[in-house]
C-alpha cells in the first residue's frame, strides 16, 4: 500500500491543500505551528480507510475525522469572539494497494463519511477473505506521534500469548500514542517456543536483525528470562555490556521501540513470508519529530538505516531538525517537501558543510532527562551558529520565525 496524493479540505488549519508523497521518505518540515502534524494525521485518516474494511478493530482504531478535526475560524462580531466551524471537511487520498490504483476520500459526516471509500473498502474485504491464502500478503500500517511511550512492562504485563490472527497487527497501528507492550509480549512468547521447542524461528531472527541494523553500536537484542526483559547487547569502544531496555536512554528506548513495532506487526500480518517478512511487507510509517530524543549523529543515521531495514515501506516524516535534513542531501529516493511553500524543496549538497559531531558519542543509558536536554540544546545552539558562519543552506529554516525574516540568516527561496 502506498499513498502519493494527499488533498484536505478545510482540516485542522489548513483550507485548501494538495501534498505529493514519494514512494520511500517524504519529509515535512516548517515552522511550528505550520500544520506538520496536522498533514501527518490526515494521511492516519486516510490510512485508516485501509482499516474500514477489517473486522474486530474498535471503531476509534480506524481513525475517522473528529470535531477537533474541523477547521474552525475566530473572528471578533461587535464585541463578542465568535468560533465558527468551516464545512465540509474533507481528506482525498490517491494510491496504490498491492499494485492496483486507487483513489479514495473521507467527510466528517456519517452518511457520507464512507461513501468514497467504497472501492478500498472492497479491495480490503476482498483480501480478508483471502487470509488463509499464504499468497495473500497484508500491508504494514504504524503512526507515531510525538506522544509515543516506551515504557518499562509492568511484572503482571509480562505474559506470553498463544496463536493471535493476521488482523492482529493492526490493532491500535494509528494510535500516535501506542506503546510497545504487544510488541514486548510477541517477543518474549516467540524466544520462549523457540527455546522450547529447539528450533529458530524466522520471524523472531528478522525483527531480531532489524533491531540489530537500526541501533548503532548493537551486537544483539534478546528477551533476557532472568530479568524477564528484552536485553541489548551493545560494544562501546571495544567493551561489551548488556543493558536492560529500561535502562536505556531516551532515544534508544524510543527508537528500538518503533522499529520493534513496525517489525513485529509485519511478522504478524505476513508470518508465511518468514525470513523474507521484513523485506517483502509494504506499508505506509508515519513519524512525528523523527528526531525525537536521538542524539544528532544518530540524526543523521536514522533515514538511511529506516529506509535499509524496511526497503518496501513508506515513511512520511516531519521534523525541525537540522542534521536530519542534511542526511537527505544527494538521495534521489527522499522528498523533502516544504509546508509554508506548499511545494518540494530541491536537495542540493553543494552548500552544507559537515557539522563538527563526530567527537561526541552516543549516550546509551538514560542519564536523567533534563541532563540531556540541556547537552542537546547546547548542541543545537552550537551546531546552528557554525552552520550559520560557513553560510549553510536550508536546514535553518527550521530554527525559528526571526530567520524568515533576515536575508542574511535565509538566502532565497530554495538555496
Ligand atoms: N480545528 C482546527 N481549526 C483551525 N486551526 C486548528 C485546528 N486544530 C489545530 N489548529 C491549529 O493548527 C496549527 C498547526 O498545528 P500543528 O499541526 O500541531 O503544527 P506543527 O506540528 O507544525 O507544530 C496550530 O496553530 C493549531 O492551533
Ligand atoms: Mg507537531
Not at 482504531?61 to 465568535?82: A, C, F, V, W
Not at 483513489?103 to 488463509?132: F, G, H, M, P
Not at 530541491?346 to 546509551?364: A, G, T, V, W
Request: proline share 6%; aromatic share 8%.
Amino acid at each position: 500500500m502506498r499513498i502519493d496524493t494527499i488533498r484536505l479540505i478545510n482540516f485542522r488549519c489548513w483550507t485548501e491543500y494538495t501534498l505529493l508523497l514519494t514512494k520511500r521518505f517524504t519529509l515535512l518540515i516548517g515552522e511550528n505551528g505550520t500544520g506538520k502534524t496536522a498533514i501527518l494525521d490526515s494521511i492516519a485518516i486516510a490510512t485508516g480507510s485501509f482499516l474500514l474494511g477489517i473486522p474486530n478493530l474498535r471503531p476509534n482504531e480506524k481513525r475517522h475525522i473528529t470535531r477537533d478535526d474541523e477547521r474552525y475560524s475566530t473572528l471578533i462580531m461587535g464585541q463578542t469572539p465568535i468560533k465558527e466551524t468551516q464545512y465540509q471537511t474533507m481528506v482525498r487520498a490517491e494510491g496504490h494497494i498491492n499494485s492496483i490504483p486507487v483513489n479514495w476520500a473521507r467527510y466528517k459526516d456519517i452518511r457520507t463519511n464512507q461513501q468514497d471509500a467504497k472501492e478500498i473498502i472492497s479491495i480490503v474485504k476482498n483480501l480478508i477473505k483471502e487470509i488463509t491464502n499464504p499468497k495473500t500478503i497484508l500491508p504494514a500500517i504504524a503512526y507515531y506521534g510525538t506522544g509515543r511511550l516506551w515504557k518499562q512492562l509492568k511484572a503482571t504485563e509480562k505474559k506470553t500469548k498463544g496463536p493471535t490472527s493476521r488482523l492482529d497487527g493492526y490493532q491500535d497501528c494509528l494510535n500516535p500514542a501506542s506503546d510497545q507492550k504487544r510488541f514486548f509480549i510477541w517477543f518474549k512468547t516467540q524466544e520462549i517456543a523457540a527455546l522450547q521447542k529447539k528450533e529458530q524461528r524466522h520471524t523472531l531472527e528478522v525483527v531480531r536483525e532489524a533491531i540489530i541494523k537500526m541501533i548503532p553500536n548493537a551486537k544483539n537484542a534478546f528477551w533476557d528470562l532472568d530479568w524477564d526483559e528484552l536485553m541489548i547487547e551493545t560494544e562501546i569502544q571495544d567493551i561489551p555490556q548488556q543493558i536492560p531496555f529500561h535502562l536505556l536512554s531516551d532515544g534508544y528506548r524510543n527508537m528500538i521501540g518503533m522499529v520493534a513495532d513496525i517489525a513485529y506487526r509485519m511478522a504478524t500480518l505476513n508470518p508465511q513470508l518468514e525470513a523474507d517478512v521484513i523485506k517483502q511487507t509494504e506499508g505506509i510509517v508515519l513519524i512525528d519529530e523523527i528526531d525525537l530524543h536521538l542524539h544528532p549523529q544518530w540524526q543523521r543515521e536514522v533515514v538511511d538505516r529506516l529506509l535499509k531495514t524496511f526497503p518496501k515501506v513508506q515513511f512520511v516524516a516531519t521534523s525541525h531538525s537540522p542534521f536530519i535534513i542534511q542526511s537527505l542531501y544527494g538521495r534521489d529516493d527522499v522528498l523533502l517537501w516544504d509546508l509554508e511553500e506548499g511545494a518540494p524543496v530541491p536537495i542540493e549538497s553543494e552548500r552544507l558543510s559537515p557539522l563538527p559531531m563526530s567527537y561526541f558519542s552516543f549516550p546509551i543509558i538514560s542519564c536523567g532527562a533534563g541532563a540531556v536536554k540541556l547537552f542537546r540544546a547546547c548542541l543545537i545552539v552550537f551546531t546552528t551558529f557554525c552552520e550559520i558562519n560557513q553560510g549553510a543552506g536550508r536546514s535553518r529554516l527550521t530554527f525559528g520565525n526571526p530567520c524568515h525574516n533576515n536575508p542574511t540568516i535565509l538566502p532565497g527561496k530554495h538555496p
